[in-house]
């Protein structure tokens, strides 16, 4: 991680506002409607909210918040000023010590370092329910480019990788999609009684 835990995206938190449009709503809608009824999700990388958690607020989910970029954490307080939100690197964070039915992060993971993605992917898991399911995006093949807006390199593993890196966290794929934009879509599901792996800081409430 570098001192800047956003990777450039606080320095054009403004410019992402502007610029973000409504692609992937349906992708996350129709994610939502496998979770339970009034379902504990968290945003990871949760940018300014929409699309992402506007959907799941109006899917009625219990709408959690992380992202490292305070312009960010702040454009997201003002959209959902009762939920709970964090501007904290997702890499560190303890994902409010508490377990979830769903976690997102779209457009995140494929921002970090091939280690960081993995000490993410091992929280997340950390913190499912067993059934919990957790929604990210990357492209589907193992690539790197420079982010146009932050000119930052991203790295996607690629689908073979992130599939080992899920199951290594008790995680299994079970669905990929894509939505309007071409962004590529990984729906995992945490196993009943999947291993958590021991490096993890946060535990889940309910035990397997
Ligand atoms: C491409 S934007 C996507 C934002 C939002 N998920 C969306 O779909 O509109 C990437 C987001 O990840 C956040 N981010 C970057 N690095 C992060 C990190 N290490 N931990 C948490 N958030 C991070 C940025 O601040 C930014 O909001």
Do not use: K
């Not at 890196?165 to 990929?176: D, M, P």
């Amino acid at each position: 991680m570098t001192d800047d835990a956003s990777n450039g995206w606080e320095a054009v938190a403004r410019a992402f506002i502007a610029a973000r449009s409504g692609v992937g709503a349906d992708v996350v809608r129709n994610w939502s409607r496998s979770l339970p009824t009034g379902a504990a999700v968290l945003d990871l990388g949760c940018g300014a909210g929409v699309p992402v958690s506007r959907v799941l607020a109006e899917q009625g989910c219990q709408l959690h918040g992380i992202d490292a970029s305070p312009t960010l954490v702040e454009a997201w307080r003002h959209r959902f000023p009762q939920a709970p939100v964090a501007c904290e690197a997702a890499e560190a964070s303890a994902f409010f010590d508490r377990a979830f039915d769903g976690i997102v992060a779209i457009g995140l993971l494929f921002l970090l370092e091939p280690a960081a993605q993995r000490a993410v992917i091992a929280r997340v898991a950390a913190a499912l329910v067993p059934r919990g399911r957790f929604l990210f995006t990357a492209p589907e093949q193992a690539v790197r480019w420079n982010d146009l807006l932050t000119g930052r390199a991203s790295v996607s593993l690629g689908r073979d990788a992130y599939r080992r890196l899920l199951a290594e966290a008790g995680l299994q794929l079970e669905r990929e999609s894509i939505d309007g934009g071409g962004n590529h879509y990984f729906d995992a599901v945490r196993r009943r009684g999947g291993a958590v792996p021991s490096h993890a800081s946060v535990r889940p409430l309910e035990s397997d």
